[in-house]
């Protein structure tokens, strides 16, 4: 598949880490295929196959023939957040140079600056509303006398400390793309208790392009991120969240069935 086409867009996923090195999670491909179809495969680095596997060998393969000089491929940034993935072998620092890479934000931002050029002015504040009509002046004069109402000030100190205490609880993060949707913040919750998994918050967030859904769990215990992901790194999938109703509805018959039995005995 990937032979048949020279044009592609490539996106990688971090995770950001606390006075850390960000850490390399997914790489995501695009293929421009003939009439107008594409495909995309995915690669999530917490799921590779070992490097003596046939799968690691025809991923290195794909990747070979990806990173060549006849290939243009489309990213979001600087060449270097791509290096970072070689850590896990699937290319080489080399190769990433092989090919045709463009960096659409760069592109953006010349196009943007064409199109809405910035243009400098020596002149103040005061001097430019000096220059608006004598109705604007008023209405902005009119704005620096009134001062901000108590509730206007109470709203923007409430704000204010949210955004603090949101900072405080996510101080340590752990991101776990691709949830299932089903899933609801109860259900998350009580899944992290069962696996001794101490949280200070939990938040969830789905992208209104690619309809993901990601979930963020923060914590206090920075020593025990990586024992955590660890614990939990293939739950809320799909499956999982199969397996988690299988066992609640069988945990509700039990249950059904205790109550039922005492309420007989009591009866006899």
């Not at 243009?72 to 940034?77: F, K, N, S």
């Not at 004069?141 to 709203?155: D, G, H, M, T, Y």
């Not at 299932?180 to 998994?197: A, E, G, M, Y």
Request: overall charge positive; charged content about 25%.
């Amino acid at each position: 598949m990937a032979t048949s086409s020279n044009l592609f867009t490539l996106d990688i996923e971090s995770i950001k880490n606390f006075k850390q090195t960000n850490k390399s999670v997914l790489v995501q491909i695009q293929i421009f295929l003939p009439h107008n179809s594409s495909a995309i495969l995915i690669f999530e680095m917490c799921r590779l196959p070992s490097e003596h596997t046939t799968q690691f060998t025809l991923m290195n393969k794909f990747f070979e023939i990806l990173f060549n000089d006849k290939n243009t491929i489309y990213i979001w940034g600087e060449i270097k957040e791509l290096i970072l993935f070689t850590n896990y072998k699937l290319f080489s620092e080399a190769q990433c140079h092989l090919a045709n890479i463009q960096n659409l934000q760069n592109i953006f931002k010349t196009e943007w600056q064409k199109l809405h050029p910035h243009i400098l002015s020596n002149k103040s504040s005061n001097e430019l509303s000096n220059d608006l009509p004598n109705e604007f002046t008023n209405i902005i004069i009119k704005k620096k006398i009134n001062e901000l109402s108590r509730e206007e000030r109470k709203r923007i100190h409430n704000r204010s400390y949210t955004l603090k205490q949101r900072k405080k609880l996510y101080q340590h993060e752990i991101i776990i793309h691709y949830i299932d949707h089903r899933f609801t913040i109860t259900n998350i919750k009580t899944i992290l208790r069962q696996n001794s998994v101490a949280f200070s918050a939990v938040n969830t967030s789905t992208s209104s392009r690619t309809n993901r859904r990601t979930l963020y769990i923060g914590t206090k215990h920075k020593h025990l991120l990586s024992e955590y992901e660890q614990q939990i790194k293939y739950l809320f999938t799909t499956e999982h969240y199969k397996q988690f109703k299988r066992f609640n509805r069988s945990s509700y018959k039990d249950d059904r069935h205790s109550h039922h039995h005492r309420d007989t005995h009591r009866t006899n």
